[in-house]
């Protein structure tokens, strides 16, 4: 019912920035909620931000507030991850994935990965110190 297609992964340097985008398809016509997720290597998947279409306030994990911003065009076919003062350690893979209104967690502001039934399949960041 949705499909998600990441890009903008690339090597920056520390303090530099990067924006990704999540190209979104769907199909349904519930109401979804977008979020961006990492996984560095030997490392858990991490969610870091996460937006719903329906305009509510978006969340971050902590690791990032202040330095990454997640937004969505108007209508709503991309979700944007802007990352400034990046960091060594936001070296990862960055996945987006979605969950929808008819989900399990739709309404849970959290990171919980089971909640979120769809994904794309990456876009790799590096950044050198």
């Known amino acids: 019912q949705v499909q998600l297609v990441e890009s903008g992964g690339r090597s920056v340097q520390a303090g530099g920035s990067l924006r990704l985008s999540c190209a979104v398809t769907?199909?349904?016509?519930?109401?979804?909620?977008v979020g961006w997720f990492r996984q560095a290597p030997g490392k858990e998947r991490e969610g870091v931000a996460a937006?719903?279409?329906?305009?509510?306030?978006?969340y971050y994990d902590d690791s990032v507030k202040g330095r990454f911003t997640i937004s969505r065009d108007n209508d709503e076919t991309t979700v944007y991850l802007q990352m400034n003062s990046l960091k060594p350690e936001d070296t990862a893979m960055y996945y987006c994935?979605?969950?929808?209104?008819?989900?399990?967690?739709?309404?849970?502001?959290?990171?919980?990965?089971?909640?979120?039934?769809?994904w794309g399949q990456g876009t790799q960041v590096s950044v050198s110190s």
């Open positions: 994935a979605a969950k929808t209104s008819r989900d399990g967690g739709y309404y849970r502001r959290s990171f919980e990965i089971a909640d979120f039934a769809y």
């Open positions: 937006l719903y279409t329906t305009g509510d306030v978006p």
């Open positions: 769907t199909a349904t016509s519930s109401s979804i909620s």
